[in-house]
């Protein structure tokens, strides 16, 4: 059902907010040496941005390239972490803020004939709320794919993003390296937008592509792959955060509100009023602050376990005119 923001609710949680202030204050100074950014927990701004691009290469698979013949699948990979120093841009092969870590990591999927550089954004708002964020670009779909992004490659991308999941992994663990320490390969969560969404639905929900290590996922207007069977949403699922315009007209909302129904507890519907396909995760005002909200205080509740994001989710979801959220 949906949660409506009681003036008691409210009261509630602006007490808990006082009362917690104080601590998270103090705990933000001494992660971030005093430097001025938000507490941690607070689900703001806590650190800035570093930008890191690496290329995986999986050699057991192939795709065919008109023209070249078979070739190993290439996942060219942007990846930002967390950095000391609050900016408003990228920090190429910046320090990372390797004291305050290791950091959750969460993979995102973009969305047919799109690169992850739109969703730059949202990315940015996980980064600086203490995520390492990894945005594999498929080869088949992505608009600079040779002869043309081809949408039947979709099938394929779920197990891509188990293959980058891996490599990050092993960054991490890895002796040196701009990851090296980093990651926190025991809090891992999916993310994907359109098809985006499918594929990271596919991978934390589906006996086919099913991997363990996700402990949450956010389908961002997304659906299941189209003749694809296996959505089984084993039990006990990752908690699921899943978030429709009603407005989309490219993926219809009854393809979200069905995989909700399937899925099971904890899950959350973050309905956007009226709102588009892709603006409200890339550049439309005031969806886009919506969604960052929602989805960081997510993160927040389930990947970090952070103390009042539960609260902090409810409040950021239930906007009059603009966005609900149930579960």
């Known amino acids: 059902m949906t949660r409506t ?14 009362a917690a202030a104080p601590a998270a204050a103090a705990a933000g100074q001494a992660v971030n040496g005093g430097a001025g950014l938000s507490p941690a927990g607070a689900g703001g701004q806590r650190y800035g941005v570093g930008e890191l691009t690496v290329t995986y290469t999986d050699f ?24 000391p120093i609050a900016s408003q841009t990228d920090a190429v092969n910046a320090a990372p803020a390797r004291a305050a870590g290791p950091f959750p990591l969460v993979v995102f999927a973009e969305g047919f004939d799109i690169t992850p550089t739109p969703y730059a954004p949202l990315l940015r708002a996980w980064v600086r709320a203490g995520y390492i964020v ?6 088949l779909t992505n608009p600079s794919a040779p002869g043309g992004p081809d949408e039947a490659d979709l099938v ?29 390969e025991r ?10 969404g499918s594929t990271a639905l596919a991978v934390a929900y589906n006996r086919h592509y099913f991997d363990a ?22 039990s006990p699922s990752p908690p699921m955060l899943a978030t429709q315009g009603t407005g ?5 909302p009854a393809s979200t509100y069905h995989f909700f129904a399937l899925a099971k507890h904890p899950k959350f519907l973050l309905t956007l009023l ?30 970090e376990r952070l103390p009042g994001a539960g609260w902090r989710m409810w409040s950021a979801g239930d906007v009059p005119g603009v966005a609900t959220l149930r579960n």
């Open 156 to 184: 394929n991308q779920p197990t891509d993003m188990s293959f980058a999941i891996t490599k990050l992994v092993a960054a991490g663990a890895a002796r040196s390296g701009i990851l090296s320490g980093l990651l926190d």
């Open 274 to 303: 009226g709102a588009p396909h892709l603006g409200p995760y890339t550049n439309e005002q005031p969806q886009l602050g919506v969604v960052e909200r929602v989805t960081t205080a997510f993160l927040d509740h389930f990947v």
């Open 187 to 196: 809090r891992i969560a999916v993310a994907g937008q359109s098809d985006g």
């Open 134 to 139: 990894a945005a594999p670009v498929f080869p």
């Open 213 to 234: 290590r996700i402990r949450a996922a956010m389908i961002l207007s997304g659906a299941m792959i189209p003749g694809v069977g296996g959505y089984d949403f084993p």
């Open 60 to 83: 057991t698979r192939r795709v065919w390239i008109s023209g070249r013949g078979p070739e190993p699948r290439q996942l060219e990979t942007i990846i930002r972490y967390p950095t």
């Open 248 to 252: 989309d007209t490219v993926n219809a």
């Open 5 to 18: 923001a009681t003036p008691l609710l409210l009261a509630v949680m602006a007490a808990v907010a006082i």
